[in-house]
């Protein structure tokens, strides 16, 4: 059991180049989470929030800075440990729910206990547990394409929760949604994480989910801000050049993935690819 903070995160720092000019995404981040917190991530697109939940879920390197995760140092682990950490320590929701289209909803909750070595039964228990308190005990054998959108991000979240991880990463879990289904889910999340004695660092544009979280945290140029507490404000629009700029970094991450695509490991390979895909996703569904 965790006694210290299941996230500590110290000095992270992370740049990219475009062209001759460096962008400082994130200048010295430092943040803790304890069990059973739930964190907002507030900022506008481009701020940096992806690329933080990106590195603290182990998907991507070429950071300076700490990140513990349950008191394991991530400099420090290799290839196998990294995998073992986001297996067994963290589960993860992005804006797209990315469920296996061929299977059902139980099984997709079952998959990932079993390769984390759960047996039959057992995960198949847990799977119709966590999705009937989800209401979708009559919609267990039905697959993706047979289910509603809040119904497919409420699978999501049971496969995210499946293993009783330490700390769940979402990066705009209800971005797809309208708003009062976005509503009914996300409160659905935050009972069922607290019910499970989880923590959570959730990535949203709204302000008024976000207050509904333990603290509030704001990215802005590059650094957090602890904003608990302060008055909700009108949602941030993107600038036109922090729109380009995210453009411009999504087109450089998918050349860069092409020529390392040879040299990286099939793990560093596939958390990279789901790493664009998400930002590209994102993006289009910025525009509309």
């Not at 695509?261 to 994102?282: C, F």
Request: some cysteine; aromatic content about 4%.
């Amino acid at each position: 059991m965790t006694t210290g903070p299941v996230l500590a995160v110290s000095n992270l720092k992370r740049s990219f180049l475009q062209g001759d000019e460096r962008i400082e995404v994130l200048r010295g981040v430092s943040l803790n989470i304890q069990p059973g917190e739930i964190v907002a991530l507030l900022g506008p697109s481009g701020s940096g929030k992806s690329t933080l939940l990106q590195a603290v879920g182990l998907l991507e390197g070429g950071f300076d800075g700490s990140i513990r995760i349950c008191g394991e140092e991530a400099a420090k682990l290799d290839a196998a440990e990294r995998t073992r950490v986001r297996r067994d320590a963290l589960g993860f929701i992005y804006q797209f729910h990315h469920l296996l289209p061929d299977f059902n909803a139980l099984e997709n909750v079952v998959l990932p206990q079993l390769i984390a070595g759960a047996d039959t039964p057992a995960a198949e228990a847990r799977a119709a547990e966590l999705l009937g308190a989800l209401g979708l005990a009559g919609r267990l054998r039905h697959r993706p394409s047979q289910l509603s959108g809040g119904e497919q991000q409420r699978v999501a979240v049971a496969r995210a929760l499946a293993n009783r991880p330490a700390l769940i990463l979402a990066d705009e879990p209800t971005g797809n949604l309208d708003e009062s289904t976005a509503d009914l889910v996300f409160g659905e999340f935050l009972r069922l994480v607290r019910t499970e004695s989880g923590a959570a660092l959730v990535a949203t544009h709204n302000e008024r989910l976000a207050r509904r979280m333990d603290r509030v945290l704001r990215l802005h140029d590059g650094q957090l801000h602890d904003v608990t507490g302060e008055p909700v404000a009108a949602s941030e629009p993107a600038t036109a050049p922090t729109e380009l700029a995210a453009l411009d970094a999504m087109v450089r991450e998918v050349h860069q993935l092409r020529i390392a695509s040879d040299t990286l490991s099939p793990q560093e390979l596939e958390g990279r690819s789901v790493t664009v895909w998400s930002a590209i996703e994102d993006y289009v569904s910025r525009q509309g």
